[in-house]
């Protein structure tokens, strides 16, 4: 049976027979609660974008630090591409062991809205823990917040299918200004790995803003 974890509990991932760690499956869902607009205003008010989450993943050494920030780009800064950070731009890490399957943008449907995949037996020896972050594509201009995001979770499946755990968050009135999460937190406990549910909120829309707290 799966653990259904709350806000800073964590849980082993066991190599014990159990559970098939050799491929992972960290999958996110969310739903968005609609917008009461009343008669006149669903006859005449403007269409309600769709929310654009998108889930990322860093990798961090044994320092807490993300070292390979990717190639360089035309002006000379980091593009992100092809280093320790797993996101739209950059959906497979160069080590194999991790990728993101790709970008849903409505959040429409049932079950996992998107996965990201970590090979964690063949994880390379020199990360340590990964992070999980959600952020809603331009959430500040949109004016769209985690305030209207519901039954949102995060959940740890095995390469049998078979869910390991799950962390259920869903937003309120206190989330209306903030814009991406992070969500939680796999990371190396000896010879095994363990799950975290973290579910801090940030006000900010983008991922590289939170970035700069593991550089």
Not at 121 to 135: E, G, L
Not at 192 to 198: K, L, P
């Amino acid at each position: 049976m799966a653990v259904s974890l709350k806000k800073g509990e964590g849980v082993n991932l066991r190599k014990d027979g159990e559970h098939d760690l050799s491929v992972v499956t960290i999958g996110l869902g969310w739903d968005v609660a609609e917008t009461k607009k009343g008669f006149l205003g669903s006859l005449f008010g403007k269409k309600e974008e769709d929310y654009d989450l998108d889930a990322i993943a860093f990798l961090l050494g044994k320092d807490g630090k993300i070292h390979n920030l990717g190639s360089v780009g035309s002006n000379g800064g980091a593009t992100l591409v092809g280093g320790d950070v797993v996101f739209f731009n950059s959906q497979r890490h160069p080590s194999g062991s991790i990728w993101l399957t790709g970008d849903n943008r409505t959040g429409a449907g049932d079950g996992d809205d998107e996965q990201i995949i970590v090979k964690l037996n063949d994880m390379p020896a020199q990360y340590d823990c990964i992070i999980f972050v959600v952020s809603i594509y331009e959430g500040k201009a949109k004016n769209q917040s985690f305030g209207s995001v519901k039954n949102a979770f995060i959940r740890a499946v095995d390469a049998r299918g078979k869910e390991i755990c799950r962390f259920n968050v869903s937003g309120d009135a206190s989330f209306q200004r903030y814009c991406s999460m992070t969500f939680a937190e796999v990371s190396r406990q000896g010879n095994g790995w363990t799950f975290r549910a973290i579910g801090m909120p940030h006000e900010t829309d983008r991922f590289v803003e939170i970035m700069r707290n593991y550089i």
